[in-house]
Nanobody, 120 residues
Framework: QVQLVESGGGLVQSGGSLRLSCAAS????????MGWYRQAPGKQRDLVAL???????MYADSVKGRFTISRDNAKNTVSLQMNSLKPEDTAVYYC??????????????WGQGTQVTVSS
């Protein structure tokens, strides 16, 4: 069993900052990519940022230059620093972690989601 626990969401004014964190625990042999997705009401869940096990990062065009993803491999955590927030960043944010439970077998796990609301 693998559990992901997210924290850090909330309400912030436009231009403000928030930091999201996600901690993975349980039967973890290794962790591959870690990422953040978001889903606004009535819309599909989209990738926001991703970081590989080699610390390569990728970002959605809409957040480049404003968001920074990072990971702590010793603690199996992934964080998302969000600066210069805009109302259109309002969504439920989910972390996603590719976990190796047994060598050769990896599966994606999702956090429970945390609400981020940016007021104008």
């Amino acid at each position: 069993q693998v559990q992901l626990v997210e924290s850090g969401g909330g309400l912030v004014q436009s231009g403000g900052s928030l930091r999201l964190s996600c901690a993975a625990s349980g039967s973890i042999f290794d962790v591959y990519s870690m990422g953040w997705y978001r889903q606004a009401p009535g819309k599909q869940r989209d990738l926001v940022a991703l970081i590989t096990s080699s610390d390569l990062t990728m970002y959605a065009d809409s957040v480049k230059g404003r968001f920074t993803i990072s990971r702590d491999n010793a603690k199996n955590t992934v964080s998302l620093q969000m600066n210069s927030l805009k109302p259109e960043d309002t969504a439920v944010y989910y972390c996603n972690v590719q976990v190796v439970v047994t060598p050769g077998i990896n599966s994606p796990y999702w956090g429970q989601g945390t609400q981020v609301t940016v007021s104008s």
